[in-house]
């Protein structure tokens, strides 16, 4: 079953093109977006393969360009999902069964495609329907997405090459299997790299998916599903269905063949299906492995060492690229009194020359967030440190929703280590800085690590290396991906795997073969080639 192991080509990471002016990417991107913009497309559900239509269309508009209408999706019910459920099953029946060549070939191709002929619609999808910069875009829907596919390939040889020592006379292996049942994906707006991977990663070990994407995200869901269809991925194996949260998650954790759960979201939904698949834990087959990545309140820990230029650069970036909407954006900082003042300063000074817009103007490095729930509490939050005594607004600020919903680059200044925004997660353009008595670096690594429940992404900047170290020990457990001189952002698939602990989710690290290992079954099968014919043993006999 696992034979020639060694024959799959080597992962590799895919090259992030420039879109300078004047290159090819560019030009046809600037082609594509066009294309897009100019035809209104209806996206229906796929359930074992084929088009479902419900007639209740919703309209999809870019969250920068509210004016516009890129399409409709048909929303479904509870109906919906129990089709998907039945052609998952329906097809388990013979996808457990195919080669794992077969299925590593669907998965190589899904990567070239994304990487290839799908390039530019799959960045231009999200850069539209999801207001990411095309730098954005490309690490995203084309780089990392193509980068999951080709290194889960390689894991699932590891996995698969992972096998037991034989005794003489005796042949010991482990056999890989899918879990028995069907896996629940549900993916976030964020990512497209996500929303792909989650329902992606169990089916390459053989398993089947019920996959549920985000509403904002359902433009570049429907290029994700036209790439996995052209690949040859065989009918049913991901059925792909927009319903309500609520509405999918009640059908399929009632179901007795509920298997697996992959998440990408908020906390609170992370912990409310978890409580979910507990209270009818005795109505499955088998315990449904849950696997989720949830919240952050990442930070940036700066010792009074460090280079003030680099730490300004890393707020910049890790605070405010796509609007802060990552999971792993810096959204708290330490900063020590030393270095306050030249480092407000120049932070100011660069965050007044962010340019915010459309993502299709190229000098835009920030665009709107996603939707108007998301702008309505950032406003508040925002409005809020406005008149708090404990909270200053040293630069932005502002917000208006007239054309899209825009959230100008914020950084507060909290004069308590508490403040609710050093201590919520917003997930938004707005960083809240603390400054600490630089002598007090050691007692300030303890309120950082015991001032939020997540335990997702962070950074220290320092030179002093004693200081480097003394952060990597005290906050050993506040950060599943940690930093050093660098921001707590962009994580790369094969390089630094990804995932949190406490509030943050399991830490199954997606990008590694730790997470593919939770969608398999392992079978022991022990062979024996002469077994023995009778029961007593050498000790037995008499003196």
């Known amino acids: 079953m696992y034979s020639n192991l060694e024959s799959v080509p080597k992962a590799y990471n895919e090259p992030v093109l420039s879109y300078k002016p004047g290159s090819p990417e560019r030009a046809e991107l600037k082609a594509m977006l066009k294309q897009l913009k100019s035809e209104e497309v209806e996206i229906p559900m796929i359930i074992g393969g084929k088009p479902v239509t419900t007639g209740n269309k919703v309209a999809i508009h870019p969250p920068h360009e509210l004016k516009h209408t890129l399409g409709y999706y048909h929303k479904g019910?509870?109906?919906?999902?129990?089709?998907?459920?039945?052609?998952?099953?329906?097809?388990?029946?013979t996808?457990?069964?195919?080669?794992?060549?077969q299925r590593a070939a669907i998965?190589?191709?899904v990567a070239d495609l994304i990487s290839g002929p799908y390039r530019a619609k799959i960045n231009a999808a999200t850069m539209l329907a999801q207001s990411k910069t095309v730098f954005q875009a490309e690490i995203d829907a084309a780089c990392e997405l193509a980068d999951f596919f080709r290194f889960n390939v390689q894991y699932m040889t590891e996995i698969y090459s992972q096998q037991p020592d034989s005794s003489k006379g005796i042949w010991n292996r482990l056999e890989y299997r899918p879990l028995e049942g069907f896996v629940y994906?549900?993916?976030?707006?964020?990512?497209?790299s996500i929303a792909g991977n989650l329902p992606g990663a169990p089916a390459l070990m053989g398993n089947v998916v019920v996959w549920k994407c985000s509403n904002t995200q359902v433009y570049s869901a429907k290029v994700i599903m036209d790439i996995f269809m052209e690949a040859g991925l065989p009918d049913g194996v991901i059925n792909l269905v927009f319903v309500s949260g609520p509405v999918a998650g009640k059908t399929v954790m009632e179901h007795p063949d509920f298997a697996g759960f992959h998440f990408t979201g908020s906390t609170g939904v992370f912990q409310h299906i978890w409580k979910t698949i507990g209270s009818n834990i005795a109505r499955y087959k088998s315990y449904p492995r849950i696997v989720g990545e949830t919240g952050g309140k990442d930070f940036v820990m700066v010792h009074d060492s460090a280079?003030?230029?680099?730490?300004?650069?890393?707020l910049v970036r890790g605070a405010f690229e796509f609007q802060g909407q990552k999971c792993s954006a810096a959204s708290r900082a330490y900063i020590p009194d030393t270095m306050w003042d030249e480092l407000k300063e120049k932070l100011v000074a660069q965050v007044k020359t962010i340019k915010m817009g459309s993502p299709e103007d190229f000098t835009n490095f920030m665009t709107a967030v996603i939707d108007e729930a998301s702008f309505d509490k950032l406003s508040m939050f925002i409005d809020n440190a406005k008149k708090d005594a404990d909270a200053e607004i040293i630069v932005g600020g502002g917000y208006d929703k007239s054309e899209g919903y825009f959230i100008e680059p914020t950084v507060i200044q909290a004069f308590d280590p508490h403040y609710v925004t050093m201590e919520e997660e917003l997930f938004g353009p707005v960083l809240?800085?603390?400054v600490y008595?630089?002598?007090?670096y050691e007692e300030t690594l303890d309120v950082l690590d015991n001032t939020s429940p997540y335990g997702l992404t962070g950074a220290v900047f320092a030179k002093d290396r004693y200081a480097v170290d003394l952060a990597v020990k005290k906050l050993v457990n506040a950060a599943g991906n940690f930093y050093i001189n660098d921001k707590p952002t962009g994580a790369v698939v094969g390089q630094q795997p990804f995932g949190g602990a406490r509030a943050s989710g399991t830490n199954d690290k997606a990008g590694s073969s730790l997470n593919l290992i939770r969608w398999v079954s392992p079978r022991t099968i022990k062979e024996t080639f002469v077994p023995p014919t009778d029961y007593r043993y050498p000790f037995m006999e008499a003196e």
């Open 107 to 109: 998965f190589l191709r």
């Open 185 to 192: 994906a549900l993916t976030p707006f964020n990512f497209t």
């Open 432 to 434: 809240t800085i603390y």
């Open 77 to 93: 019910d509870a109906s919906h999902v129990t089709m998907a459920i039945e052609a998952a099953l329906e097809a388990r029946k």
């Open 307 to 314: 280079n003030v230029d680099q730490v300004v650069t890393a």
């Open 437 to 440: 008595e630089a002598d007090k």
């Open 95 to 101: 996808w457990h069964n195919m080669p794992w060549e």
